[in-house]
């Protein structure tokens, strides 16, 4: 097997033409802005300010509640309304940081100051992402600084820019790939200061040549750096996958990809980096594809994190008809949402809303086609997994490494059955995964 992709996988439609022409829109918001103190994996962050505080653009509302945590920052200039608990997009009540917006924008003192980061030592460059509450935009959350402290800088061989972007219907990570290209580049040299020895990997889905070539243009004279072109299948996006296709090596879940010589980051994150190292600016936008064939005018939208759903969806001309399913991210792995009030928060991706519901389907018995085993990016054995999920066999489940999957949805896409097995098996994985926790 060649090293530009991984086994398994599938090919979806993927509903990409619905928003990828559409230059990206800036959009401010109208109503209160909320913060939830947990945006990211790790503790949640704490308040640091009180209701009836002043803040201002750039300002740290909650700070970092342990090493594996972030930073929260304040996307507009207001007041503090209230410090209560508010619904999530997880459909959980999460203590959040209220601010009525007064519309001014005023920022704080050096926001969007540029600085020449060639001058900057190590610790200078991953002292400002951490304090820029930066996280991984992918969808994990999980705090950038850490990521970009692996235990031996000289041990990371490449630094990739995951720009597969492989969900169908998302386009966000494309549009941004042929807007802001030069934030791309320079967040990877940024990234590339920091592990001398590295090779910078900007890794594209062979379905957007144009944002291929646009990269490949600028960075022609770049030694350190390639543009690398992989073949167009999901989940190429995965870290697994994506770790494996451009350099051969194999990660599991026990690993990370420091402990195979990789850093991998998303297009959106390493915008980020660049933004919080080069122009001063902490992370406080998301860019957010709102799309789906019950969404009237489906595009990309550059907003302020805290932003409601409702307002976007409002912004995309609403609905054709009452959606029947309403998702948070992409089909594959996103979350199904049931209120549209919720904040948009660091890991927003997308709102992706569809008038007929595909899993809605009856599940029918399983047939032993094996098509699910074919298709599993990680070699495992899906119908089995789930079966054993359903007998709540956590000792069959584990042995038969039900921990591994990554939850990529493929085998309940082509299963013929249209058994839910991604969900069966992501169910009994995070409930062995709690009890690991706890022992
Ligand atoms: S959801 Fe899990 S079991 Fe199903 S294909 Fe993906 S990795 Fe394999
Ligand atoms: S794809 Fe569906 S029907 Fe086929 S083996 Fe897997 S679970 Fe059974």
């Known amino acids: 097997m060649g090293k530009s992709t991984f086994p398994g996988g599938i090919h979806t439609y993927d509903g990409k033409n619905l928003s990828k022409d559409k230059p990206t829109r800036v959009l401010l918001?109208?109503?209160?802005?909320?913060?939830?103190?947990?945006?990211?994996?790790?503790?949640?962050?704490?308040?640091?300010?009180?209701?009836?505080?002043?803040?201002?653009?750039?300002?740290?509302?909650?700070?970092?509640?342990?090493?594996?945590?972030?930073?929260?920052?304040?996307?507009?200039?207001?007041?503090?309304?209230?410090?209560?608990?508010?619904?999530?997009?997880?459909?959980?009540?999460?203590?959040?940081?209220?601010?009525?917006?007064?519309?001014?924008?005023?920022?704080?003192?050096?926001?969007?100051?540029?600085?020449?980061?060639?001058?900057?030592?190590?610790?200078?460059?991953?002292?400002?992402?951490?304090?820029?509450?930066?996280?991984?935009?992918?969808?994990?959350?999980?705090?950038?600084?850490?990521?970009?402290?692996?235990?031996d800088d000289s041990k990371i061989d490449y630094v990739i820019v995951n720009g597969a972007e492989c969900e169908p219907y998302l386009t966000s990570d494309y549009r941004m790939m042929l807007e802001e290209p030069e934030a791309i580049i320079g967040g990877l040299k940024i990234m590339l200061q920091l592990f001398e020895k590295a090779k910078g990997i900007i890794a594209v889905e062979d379905n957007k040549p144009d944002a291929i070539q646009k990269l490949r243009e600028l960075t022609a004279k770049e030694s350190r750096i390639e543009v690398r072109s992989l073949k167009t299948k999901y989940p190429q996006g995965g870290e697994r996958q994506l770790v494996y296709a451009v350099t051969g090596r194999k990660l599991n879940s026990k690993k990370l990809p420091s402990d195979v010589g990789c850093v991998v980051d998303n297009v959106d994150t390493v915008i980020s980096i660049y933004m919080a190292v080069a122009r001063s600016t902490p992370l406080i936008r998301r860019i957010v594809t709102v799309t789906g064939d019950a969404v009237k005018t489906p595009q990309n939208f550059n907003v302020a994190?805290?932003?409601?759903?409702?307002?976007?969806?409002?912004?995309?001309?609403?609905?054709?008809?009452?959606?029947?399913?309403?998702?948070?991210?992409?089909?594959?792995?996103?979350?199904?949402?049931?209120?549209?009030?919720?904040?948009?928060?660091?890991?927003?991706?997308?709102?992706?809303?569809?008038?007929?519901?595909?899993?809605?389907?009856?599940?029918?018995?399983?047939?032993?086609?094996?098509?699910?085993?074919?298709?599993?990016?990680?070699?495992?054995?899906?119908?089995?997994?789930?079966?054993?999920?359903?007998?709540?066999?956590?000792?069959?489940?584990?042995?038969?490494?039900?921990?591994?999957?990554?939850?990529?949805?493929c085998c309940s896409y082509v299963c013929p059955a249209k058994r839910s097995l991604s969900q069966s098996i992501m169910h009994m994985r995070s409930v062995v995964m709690a009890k690991k926790k706890k022992a």
Do not use: W
């Open 305 to 409: 994190i805290g932003i409601d759903y409702g307002e976007l969806i409002e912004a995309a001309g609403g609905f054709i008809e009452r959606p029947e399913k309403i998702i948070s991210g992409g089909p594959m792995m996103g979350t199904a949402i049931y209120s549209t009030n919720v904040p948009v928060t660091k890991i927003t991706s997308a709102i992706t809303a569809f008038l007929h519901d595909q899993a809605a389907v009856e599940e029918s018995p399983c047939i032993r086609c094996g098509k699910c085993v074919q298709k599993c990016p990680l070699q495992l054995m899906p119908y089995q997994l789930a079966a054993l999920s359903n007998r709540s066999d956590e000792e069959g489940f584990t042995k038969l490494d039900g921990l591994e999957c990554c939850g990529c949805g």
């Open 29 to 151: 918001p109208k109503g209160n802005l909320v913060f939830p103190l947990v945006q990211h994996i790790g503790a949640p962050a704490k308040p640091i300010v009180a209701k009836g505080d002043k803040v201002l653009v750039g300002q740290k509302i909650a700070e970092a509640g342990g090493f594996i945590s972030a930073n929260i920052i304040s996307s507009v200039s207001g007041t503090v309304k209230e410090i209560e608990k508010r619904l999530t997009v997880q459909g959980n009540m999460v203590e959040s940081i209220v601010i009525e917006n007064d519309n001014e924008y005023q920022t704080i003192e050096g926001f969007g100051k540029e600085r020449d980061y060639t001058k900057l030592t190590k610790d200078e460059i991953r002292n400002i992402v951490k304090e820029a509450g930066i996280v991984g935009l992918g969808g994990a959350g999980f705090p950038t600084h850490v990521k970009l402290t692996p235990k």
